[in-house]
């Protein structure tokens, strides 16, 4: 599907080979086959309190069962119910302009007031979809100034 500018003449089109299938462009690479990992979020969890518990410069044993750490010190210490789980779906034209823990950080201050400029150091919690806007922004700023405005990938991201 191609669209001319009457504007500039430059022609863009739509790219649907990997959503309808395209078996030339398969043989290049291109194919509609999602990347699939499934985690075990109990797991990814006690990995995080572990991290954490050990910043604070405590050693600490998570129970498996429970998820609870054994440690007893002035630090906090860290529970499975403190560590906040989510997960995003971005197309290529955000990921190429801003990294995964960037996109994260930012989105967890929509869903959880957390990170700089939220409720806990005195600034005001962002709304989800205000934080997915800024990230589609940003990114599309990224393609403005690398391509001169002449083009852009599709950016969309899902929380």
């Not at 498996?64 to 002035?74: I, M, Q, V, W, Y």
């Not at 190429?96 to 919690?125: C, F, R, S, V």
């Amino acid at each position: 599907m191609l669209y001319q500018d009457p504007t500039t003449g430059s022609t863009s089109g739509l790219a649907m080979s990997r959503s309808i299938g395209d078996f030339d462009a398969g043989n290049v690479g291109c194919i509609p086959d999602p990347t699939v990992a499934i985690l075990n979020v109990s797991s990814l969890k006690s990995k995080v309190i572990e991290k954490l518990n050990k910043s604070c410069g405590q050693e600490v044993e998570i129970d498996p069962a429970t998820g609870e750490s054994t440690a007893n010190s002035d630090c906090a210490s860290y529970e499975e119910k403190d560590v906040k789980v989510f997960s995003f779906a971005a197309t290529d034209g955000l990921l190429d302009y801003l990294p995964e823990d960037a996109i994260a950080k930012h989105l967890a201050k929509g869903l959880y007031g957390t990170g700089t400029g939220t409720n806990e150091e005195g600034g005001q919690k962002i709304h989800l979809l205000t934080a997915c806007e800024d990230l589609i922004y940003a990114a599309a700023q990224g393609w403005t100034e690398d391509k001169g405005g002449r083009y852009r990938d599709d950016i969309a991201i899902s929380v």
